[in-house]
């Protein structure tokens, strides 16, 4: 047997093991208060909630989504002429099913224990809606049983060797640019820290910012950026190669919330006749919400997304350009500035026109720069940078400032002057800096925030 033959059977027994370590069932268990609040997506878009007690499965939401309507009419009508205002959340990427619910169950005690002690904030009713992108079982379906973004699983694996070479090719080949973009980049802003630029012209009173650049230790200047940084010239194409894969089913996954998987199958024109909402648990709660404002015209809906979580809520405001959505908070998005111009964007502007029966604002908090080029990974092995420094350095190409990261500071500073955005549509506007001292320092941490209170989200 040739050497060739035996590589290709290697690759196609790695092929094997990935296709059934990324088609290894998952569920989460739920009790009964969670059961009213969490969704949890599965990779195709179904329900993998097992509520607890009994464990039953309901697929397709049917019944999750009859609880939480009962309890959303149930929660605008206790209001009493109070507010009446639901909370949707999105988390963002690099988080499987599990760890999704494990933080939506953390989230949801804390703000019903904000709710008892009679904040006026947090007087809402909290949905989080959970989908699957873990980092391996992203990477696994991406490489193993999907084709062209939708899951294909006897030619997926039959051709995922060939994928793999692929992408392993690429990234041996970007070598040379990955090396000497993150290498260089890294030693240099390690050594000396990352400029905070400047806030542009008439966007000082919408802003809050920390312009200070951190003083390295001697070690973070002269140590730091050499050990283990020698070992990135190896790993830094495995991250490139992993990376790819992996985030393009992310970017999938995050549809499934509106389409499921088995609909993508179909010709887009014939799904949309059938349903043009869709059949994802996100579509179907959407009308739901719709209905309720139409017996409660002074229901509010508040939409916080962190990191890709924020690919979700454009969507959500795409979709809904009706939905009662007064206020959107995005934590770290890792949505592109032109994408969000073009969807979120607009609803905050058409929110400001005459005869809009009332205004929505949009807040976007950010790390301090310094902080998003130096986040470590494995003790710093592998490329410094957050994710979003990872989407804009290896996983996407741009060709403008508006294709940057929405979520990075200097990002969204450098590209402000280009949206032409007037000044009724400016004072619904919010950017917020967590300062270099704060106790959020990691992208993945920004959701920390209390987020339902407007002075943390102004930087108050």
């Given at each position: 047997m040739s050497n060739i033959n035996r590589r290709i059977l290697?690759?196609?027994?790695?092929?094997?093991?990935?296709?059934?370590?990324?088609?290894?069932?998952?569920?989460?268990?739920?009790?009964?208060?969670?059961?009213?609040?969490?969704?949890?997506?599965?990779?195709?878009?179904?329900?993998?909630?097992?509520?607890?007690?009994?464990?039953?499965?309901?697929?397709?939401?049917?019944?999750?989504?009859?609880?939480?309507?009962?309890?959303?009419?149930?929660?605008?009508?206790?209001?009493?002429?109070?507010?009446?205002?639901?909370?949707?959340?999105?988390?963002?990427?690099?988080?499987g099913v599990e760890a999704g619910c494990r933080n939506a169950k953390l989230k949801l005690a804390a703000m019903h224990k904000a709710r008892s002690?009679?904040?006026?904030?947090?007087?809402?009713?909290?949905?989080?809606?959970?989908?699957?992108?873990?980092?391996?079982?992203?990477?696994g379906f991406g490489l193993f049983q999907t084709l062209q973004g939708r899951i294909n699983r006897i030619p997926g694996v039959l051709t995922s060797p060939f994928r793999l070479v692929a992408a392993l090719g690429r990234a041996i080949t970007r070598t040379p640019e990955?090396?000497?973009?993150?290498?260089?980049?890294?030693?240099?802003?390690?050594?000396?820290?990352?400029?905070?630029?400047?806030?542009?012209?008439?966007?000082?009173?919408?802003?809050?910012?920390?312009?200070?650049?951190?003083?390295?230790?001697?070690?973070?200047?002269?140590?730091?950026?050499?050990?283990?940084?020698?070992?990135?010239?190896?790993?830094?194409?495995?991250?490139?190669?992993?990376?790819?894969?992996?985030?393009?089913?992310?970017?999938?996954?995050?549809?499934?919330?509106f389409v499921l998987e088995e609909d993508l199958r179909f010709d887009p024109s014939l799904a949309a006749a059938k349903n043009k909402f869709g059949r994802g648990v996100l579509a179907?709660?959407?009308?739901?919400?719709?209905?309720?404002?139409e017996s409660h015209d002074d229901l509010r809906?508040?939409?916080?997304?962190?990191?890709?979580?924020?690919?979700?809520?454009?969507?959500?405001?795409?979709?809904?350009?009706?939905?009662?959505?007064?206020?959107v908070v995005f934590l770290a998005p890792a949505c592109s500035i032109r994408e969000f111009a073009s969807t979120t964007l607009e609803f905050v502007k058409h929110s400001t026109e005459e005869g809009a029966p009332f205004e929505c604002e949009f807040f976007c908090v950010t790390l301090h720069p310094d902080r998003e080029r130096s986040e470590t990974m494995f003790g710093g092995f592998v490329p410094h940078g957050?994710?979003?420094?990872?989407?804009?350095?290896?996983?996407?190409t741009h060709h403008s400032v508006e294709e940057g990261t929405l979520g990075t500071w200097n990002n969204l500073m450098n590209a402000l002057p280009t949206l032409e955005i007037d000044d009724s549509v400016k004072k619904l506007m919010h950017v917020t800096m967590l300062p270099w001292e704060s106790d959020e320092q990691t992208h993945g941490a920004v959701d920390n925030i209390a987020f339902w209170k407007r002075d943390v989200l102004l930087g108050k």
């Open positions: 290697k690759l196609s027994g790695a092929g094997l093991l990935g296709w059934t370590l990324s088609s290894c069932a998952t569920s989460v268990e739920l009790d009964s208060t969670q059961y009213q609040h969490i969704f949890a997506l599965g990779k195709d878009g179904r329900s993998v909630v097992e509520r607890v007690p009994g464990g039953e499965r309901d697929p397709d939401f049917s019944d999750q989504l009859a609880a939480v309507d009962k309890a959303l009419k149930a929660h605008a009508t206790a209001a009493n002429g109070g507010e009446k205002r639901v909370l949707l959340f999105f988390h963002g990427g690099m988080n002690t009679k904040d006026p904030e947090a007087q809402f009713y909290p949905i989080f809606v959970n989908w699957d992108s873990g980092p391996i079982s992203s990477w990955t090396i000497f973009w993150q290498g260089v980049r890294n030693i240099r802003e390690t050594a000396k820290g990352v400029n905070v630029l400047e806030v542009p012209d008439g966007w000082s009173g919408q802003t809050s910012v920390d312009p200070g650049k951190p003083n390295p230790s001697f070690i973070k200047k002269h140590v730091q950026p050499w050990i283990p940084g020698i070992f990135r010239v190896v790993t830094t194409p495995l991250a490139d190669t992993w990376g790819v894969t992996a985030y393009g089913d992310m970017r999938r996954t995050a549809h499934l919330p179907e709660l959407g009308k739901k919400i719709l209905l309720l404002q809906v508040t939409v916080v997304a962190h990191s890709m979580g924020a690919h979700i809520a454009n969507e959500l405001l795409r979709r809904y350009p009706s939905l009662a959505v007064d206020r957050s994710l979003l420094v990872y989407v804009d350095d290896y996983l996407t």
